[in-house]
Nanobody, 124 residues
Framework: VQLQASGGGLVQAGDSLRLSCAAS????????MGWFRQTPGKEREFVAA????????SYANSVQGRFTISRDNAKNTVYLQMNSLKPEDTAVYYC??????????????????WGQGTLVTVSS
């Protein structure tokens, strides 16, 4: 599967932004999907994940209550709605996919396919 993330940009603290990740192929609904983020000099970190059917989600503590992950299997797209953005949310955001759906992963090694990343910059 190929992933294409979009929707990043420059916003002010407190603003909202929605990221999208479009997937190629006809088996999108077979994959668990995740969002990760990375800043220079730091490891890529987990943000949110959603099961293939959309019935279960998981969030990092740092974004719980502010971010919402969702998916539209008919459109082969996963979303990350980000509200109440903070400067510390500034990062390159990556979407990821895995056919290993037994668990809803929150680690980089739990995903097999990655998009190219989209930059989110939150100014104070």
């Amino acid at each position: 599967v190929q992933l294409q993330a979009s929707g990043g940009g420059l916003v002010q603290a407190g603003d909202s932004l929605r990221l999208s990740c479009a997937a190629s192929g006809r088996t999108f609904s077979s994959y668990n999907m995740g969002w990760f983020r990375q800043t220079p000099g730091k490891e890529r970190e987990f943000v949110a994940a959603i099961r293939r059917g959309g019935g279960s989600t998981s969030y990092a503590n740092s974004v719980q209550g502010r971010f919402t992950i969702s998916r539209d299997n008919a459109k082969n797209t996963v979303y990350l709605q980000m509200n109440s953005l903070k400067p510390e949310d500034t990062a390159v955001y990556y979407c990821a996919a895995t056919p290993r759906v037994r668990t809803l992963g929150s680690t980089v090694t739990g995903y097999d396919y990655w998009g190219q990343g989209t930059l989110v910059t939150v100014s104070s």
